[in-house]
């Protein structure tokens, strides 16, 4: 549904970014000055909090949805694979302006990729493009940290009426301090904590985190080695799934999709960091950020059998890191 009108109540609201990917699938990575027959080239919906939202609706969800787009042939097609999947959509159109592109580059040897971007300014999401009413009536609010002040927006008027706020973090844009302090539930790339901390061991730089914005609990994706969570009392690992990877664009788009999942069921915080993490890993298995959003079946099944990656972290650094974060305070 792509519609204008009152809005009613629903599982989960997303406000962030939609992007059109061209997927190209190569051998292997160039070398500098050198020519290569590419494997294939596909154009696909992605984007991280739009992906986010079509897993959770597939999983059988009410969602909403709102983001802005250009009046392109990028911009109709974001809105067609909305409409498509049974998503609420609200769209804000910039006259004149392209959609957020992408030229994603995939390693057919080991499924990972490099990803070109290109965004219109014009097609930045501002707080006064945004209603009350599309947030008011969720159950769970999932942002991303481009678009800061529009997300700080959606994120306090959730706080108004005791709405969990999931944040995807992949980098620190300009005045995402501001808005992580709105934030329940911040999800962040491996990358992220050591950007926004200065401190590159995650195990000191997470507890910092909770304890600056007094979020519910911080948690970081680490790949193929899974996922790290800071609760305010203890660490939480999940470990990675072994699965041939064909394409890991939009891996943590389906994990934060299966966070909200996780976290609308009600289940324990390592119970959704397993489903998330299963359900990201099946996700890698096709080309696009979309590649593979795999039924709840599949990701039961998979959790029960698949072999797993090394832990990222033993259990003595975890117990370690634990007291030191406890002895500084660093609690939910």
Not at 176 to 195: I, M, Q, W
């Amino acid at each position: 549904m792509d519609v204008a009108g009152a809005s009613v109540a629903v599982d989960v609201v997303g406000v962030g970014i939609n992007a059109t990917d061209t997927i190209i699938r190569l051998p292997r990575f160039p070398a500098p000055d050198s020519k290569m027959e590419v494997l294939s080239a596909e154009i696909a919906p992605g984007g991280q909090v739009a992906s986010a939202i079509i897993a959770c609706r597939r999983w059988g969800l009410s969602a909403r949805y709102v983001g802005k787009i250009g009046d392109d042939s990028a911009g109709t097609l974001q809105r067609g694979e909305m409409q498509r999947e049974g998503v609420e959509a609200h769209w804000i159109t910039a006259r004149g302006s392209h959609s957020q592109s992408a030229f994603i580059l995939v390693d057919e040897s080991s499924g990972e990729r490099t990803i070109l971007w290109k965004r219109d300014p014009e097609i930045a999401l501002h707080p006064d493009d945004l209603r009350r009413k599309w947030i008011w009536g969720a159950r769970v609010l999932l942002i991303d940290g481009h678009d800061t002040e529009a997300a700080a927006r959606a994120a306090r008027w959730a706080r108004e009426k005791s709405i969990p706020v999931v944040g995807d973090f992949d980098t620190p844009y300009s005045d995402v301090e501001a808005l992580l302090h709105h934030v329940d539930f911040p999800v962040t790339s491996k990358t992220f904590p050591a950007k926004l901390t200065g401190e590159v061991n995650l195990l000191k730089s997470l507890p910092s985190i909770l304890l600056r914005f007094k979020c519910r609990m911080i948690a970081t994706t680490l790949g193929h080695l899974g996922a790290l969570c800071w609760n305010g009392n203890e660490f939480l690992l999940s470990s990675g799934f072994r699965l041939q990877a064909v394409d890991t664009t939009g891996a943590g788009d389906i994990f934060h999709g299966a966070f909200v999942y996780g976290l609308i069921q009600g289940w324990p915080l390592q119970e959704i960091l397993e489903f998330s993490n299963a359900a990201a890993a099946l996700n890698c298995t096709a080309p696009g950020a979309r590649g593979h959003i795999a039924s709840l079946d599949e990701i039961r099944v998979l959790r029960g059998r698949a072999e797993r990656f090394e832990d990222a972290y033993s259990d003595k650094a975890l117990r370690d890191a634990t007291r030191v974060a406890l002895a500084a305070g660093a609690r939910a």
